[in-house]
């Protein structure tokens, strides 16, 4: 009888250690969860903080006061507009009405297979991996 109530005791013994241990545990990852927590907490507010600080610097009056103050500006007069007859004549085109497309023929150099919606797509045929596909 003394052995099985010394076995008892120290299965009790062992439990209350075990249910201990896991109260440790838990209150150490409670914590933790908490600090956790309170970082998100003091980081959403430093964000808030860094948002209306922006705010601040990016208010349309502050830039204007600013770059009437630091930058030499003049308000513009309508005579420093011209006239659209006295642009220049637009450059002369050098490539011919028949000739093909020099980029295009660059772009074909680099991969045939490019389709750049310039000029329209060759036909598909049977033969070709592609309309393989399609067929199945």
Do not use: C
């Amino acid at each position: 009888m003394r052995l099985i109530h010394l076995l008892v005791i120290g299965v009790l013994v062992f439990a209350a250690a075990y249910v201990y241990r896991i109260k440790m545990e838990s209150t150490s990852r409670t914590e933790r969860v908490l600090r956790l927590q309170a970082d998100a907490r003091e980081q959403r507010e430093a964000i808030a903080a860094l948002r209306a600080e922006w705010a601040r610097l990016d208010a349309p009056m502050r830039l204007q006061g600013l770059a009437e103050r630091h930058l030499p500006l003049k308000p513009i007069a309508a005579n420093q507009f011209d006239q659209f007859k006295a642009l220049p004549e637009r450059p002369a085109n050098f490539a011919k009405p028949g000739d093909p497309d020099p980029i295009g023929a660059m772009i074909d150099i680099i991969d045939p297979d490019i389709i750049t919606g310039s000029l329209p797509a060759p036909p598909m045929t049977s033969t070709s991996p592609k309309g393989a596909e399609d067929e199945r």
